[in-house]
């Protein structure tokens, strides 16, 4: 069963079909996105019930109606925890533990993630005491973190010394070297106190090595950008252009073996989730990517920790080149310089809407359809992709 497509295709598809010229038909524009003229058909109908054109039940609609389900069975499950713990903690000469009760609900089929929430405990010391038995040394060290953190919680302005006073008072007595380290590891500062940041400390390494880059004979590198099969390489970068609303960014996924943009993603904001995005869209329409490079500049979007778990959700490899060096994605640019020529620059766009429309309806029909290249056998991308490859390992 083929994957279905990612929404915003369908969105942008769907926006094309509304506004299309008058004698262009639906099937016209289904075979010009690759897709079936029913297919279409569809999309259109249910597009026509999420905006209230027609009658009918919306997935906003049904998202409620779940969304109220599972709300209604997480309350039910924390009613549940607070009625436990509050008849585990009237049992005579219990210990101050809380993981039993975890534990005593886990099995119950209430979720670890619930419990620790609704008693304010963390995930991970409790995981660590299911594998490894807590020694009283450790309990001691808690007690008495417990106690520093509340009174640091209550007095913010205090210095170690003086919660060592408060943590006295509640019951933890302990000597000021022992609460220094314990506030020192915590990071519980006072807020008049000196800051303690990372001042001097240059920036991080590149969160992906350059894997593009090969040596020649003599010593010297340069970027390559090939592949022998699709899902080998794919290369993505962000580009922009003003409307009369605002800027409109488009983050660009091309597989450097057809060169086909795979996946996009447009927005009014250049956020990390435009490139997780067109990430996750690309994915959806290509199927099996596990081991696929995706080569991209040092862009903040690209380093953030979403992209790098979006990766690794995917089972693909990151690939960055250096900093300020445009070369070292020229693949991706040069497929910017062409869609800066063939619509940004052609004329002033009043709205992010038809900038949006135009930007798709030539990804979709001119570029991947129409538009040759030298580089693919005279071939446009999808008919490279069509030939060269087998029918069984050919992109939806």
Known sequence: MPKPYPKEFRDDVVR???????????KQIAADFGISESCLTNWMKTADVEDGVKPGTTAAENSELREARKRIRLLEQENEVLRRAAAYLSQANLPKMMYPLVRELAGDGIPVTVTCRV???????????????????????????????????????FGYRFLVDEAREAGEPMAERTAWRICSRQ?????????????????????????CVVTDDKGRQRHEFTADAVNELWLT??????????????????DAYS????????????????????LDNAVARRGDVAGCIVHSDRGSQFRSRKFVHALNRHDMVGSMGRVGAAGDNAAMESFFSLLQKNVLDRRPWTTREELRIAIVTWIERTYHRRRRQDALGRLTPIEYETIMTTPATQAA
């Open 237 to 254: 970068d962000i580009t922009e252009h003003r409307t009369g609303e605002g800027k409109l960014y488009l983050c660009a996924i091309k």
């Open 187 to 211: 990071g519980w500062w006072s807020v008049f106190g000196k800051r303690r940041g990372k001042n001097g400390k240059r920036p991080g390494p590149p969160v992906h090595e350059d894997l």
């Open 16 to 26: 094309v079909a509304r506004n299309r010229e008058p004698g262009v038909h639906l």
């Open 119 to 157: 008693l304010k405990i963390a995930r991970q010391p409790y995981y660590r005491w299911l594998t490894h038995p807590v020694t009283a040394s450790e309990y001691e060290q808690a007690y008495r973190a417990n106690a520093l953190f509340d009174a640091h919680r209550d007095d913010p302005e």
């Open 259 to 278: 060169n086909r943009i795979v996946g996009y993603s447009i927005d009014s904001r250049m956020k990390s989730r435009l490139a997780v995005a067109a």
